[in-house]
């Protein structure tokens, strides 16, 4: 009563009769069920019956076998009298448990009850050695011991479930394919989530996506055996593939990148993005949940890291030593045995036009070549000027800073920040943007490898509708 909500003069089943059946044991359920339905319709002719008090276990049995029509009618002193409806097999399994129902079952051809259809679902979920048993016979045994509610599909099939159910329990029960693509449900046409409860009578329409996937936290909202079962499975063979996947994904990186990493840096590697063996390491690339594009730049995190020229700059060497031009010109083959600075006055990238001040300590201090910073110094110490220029650069990543003006328009900080994320040689640090009478002023500091991603950058942004212009900002603060 206190569960359910009602008071006590609702309670109809405190005085019943039951109408048991004799028949032969090898009577066909078939006519058995015609036959409590032809009685039910003889006592509902005498007394008038309550329409919500019907209960058809013959047409859907329990799980635990119990059949029987029960059905509550007026009887002739104003109670409210519960008939209970039963063939004799009916009533021994009722009576004497479920064993009761095999001395029937060996006189009948492709009989089949709630417990065939119980044992059938667990031997067929044991049978896929993937499932932790144990783990399974855990659900299973819940399943057991709770009672059912029945939903409709659009066409009007009744489909049985635990009490409890949700959307995606029905969505494996219907199919596992149907589970595996289930993205929500449609439950008395209206629109619920996998984890909406399902009650006795809803009708349900489950919808489906080819791009979905089993997730893991279905798991926190799924009741049913079998729906248990098919989560973790699809979720097993899921993260196998994703590791096979990242482990091919993450070998032709390296290959492409010619990196020869030893066991401490791919541990450190492994690190950097949070992944605490290189099972997990694979599995996270190859389902897309961490991207390698930038794998230099985590490498290059840790100064032990450093296993190749990253970038170098290249001074020409004379090749006629009585040439005045060339006089005070060579070559540098590997920066990192040079001391240079990147002046912070200009702070040139990759691809800029550069040249180089030699500092007494013989240093050098690189420029871009519209530097006035430069030009001050060219005038007053030329001979210090020296000719450099970029040979190789793709790995290391430089900060920018651009200025973006325009039209103030719904959806413009969106736009700007989605052309960022789709250059893929470019990160974006901050952004920082403010609107005034309908224009809005805007700067955004970025990681480049070079001038060539800035520019291309620039072109995506300044085609956006409503941005009108787009510079770059020298003083960038490298810290």
Request: aromatic share 8%; proline share 3%; glycine share 4%.
């Amino acid at each position: 009563m206190q569960t359910k909500g009602v008071p006590f003069e609702e309670i109809y089943d405190l005085f019943a009769i039951r109408i048991v059946f004799d028949h032969p044991d090898d009577y066909p359920d078939k006519k058995a069920r015609a036959q409590c339905y032809h009685i039910m319709s003889i006592i509902t002719d005498i007394y008038p019956h309550h329409e919500q008090r019907i209960r058809d276990w013959v047409k859907n049995p329990k799980a635990n076998g119990y059949e029987a029509l029960h059905v509550t009618v007026m009887g002739p002193r104003g109670q409210w009298v519960e008939v209970q409806i039963r063939s004799r097999k009916m009533d021994d399994i009722a009576e004497k448990g479920l064993a009761s129902h095999w001395k029937y079952k060996t006189n009948e051809q492709g009989a089949t009850g709630s417990l065939d259809v119980l044992i059938e679902t667990l031997k067929n979920s044991l049978s896929n050695n993937q499932l932790d048993s144990l783990s399974f016979l855990d659900d299973f045994k819940l399943n057991i011991f709770t009672t059912e509610i029945y939903v409709f599909t659009p066409k009007g099939e009744i489909k049985k479930l635990p009490k409890g159910s949700t959307v995606i329990d029905l969505a494996y029960e219907i199919h596992t394919e149907i589970g595996n693509k289930a993205i929500a449900a449609k439950v008395n046409h209206k629109l619920e989530p996998l984890s909406h409860i399902l009650h006795s009578g809803d009708q349900v329409e489950i919808l489906t996506s080819s791009k979905q996937a089993p997730k893991r936290e279905w798991l926190n909202f799924a009741v049913s055996t079998k729906a248990k079962a098919k989560i973790k499975s699809s979720l097993k063979e899921e993260r196998l593939h994703n590791i096979e996947k990242g482990q091919d994904i993450f070998i032709n990186k390296v290959r492409s990148l010619k990196l020869n990493l030893n066991h401490k840096m791919f541990k450190e590697l492994r690190q950097s993005y949070n992944a605490p063996n290189k099972e997990e390491f694979y599995r996270k690339i190859g389902s897309g949940s961490i991207q390698i594009d930038d794998i230099e730049k985590q490498l290059l995190k840790n100064p032990t890291n450093i296993f190749a020229k990253y970038w170098r700059l290249t001074r020409s060497k004379p090749k006629n030593k009585k040439s005045k031009k060339d006089k005070n010109t060579y070559v540098v083959d590997d920066i990192n045995n040079q001391k240079f600075t990147l002046a912070t006055c200009c702070n040139p990238i990759p691809g800029d036009e550069v040249a180089g001040y030699l500092n007494p300590n013989n240093s050098v201090i690189i420029h871009k070549k519209t530097c006035s910073v430069l030009n001050n110094l060219a005038a007053k110490q030329g001979d210090k000027i020296i000719s450099v220029k970029w040979s190789s650069y793709k790995l290391l990543s430089f900060l920018v800073k651009i200025k973006v003006e325009g039209v103030d328009k719904l959806g413009i900080v969106y736009n700007i920040t989605k052309a960022i994320s789709q250059e893929a040689d470019v990160n974006m640090k901050s952004i920082s943007i403010e609107t005034n009478d309908g224009v809005f002023f805007g700067e955004i500091t970025l990681f480049v490898h070079n001038a060539q991603d800035l520019e291309d950058l620039i072109r995506r942004i300044i085609i956006i509708k409503g941005v009108s212009k787009v510079t770059r900002i020298e003083d960038v603060d490298n810290e």
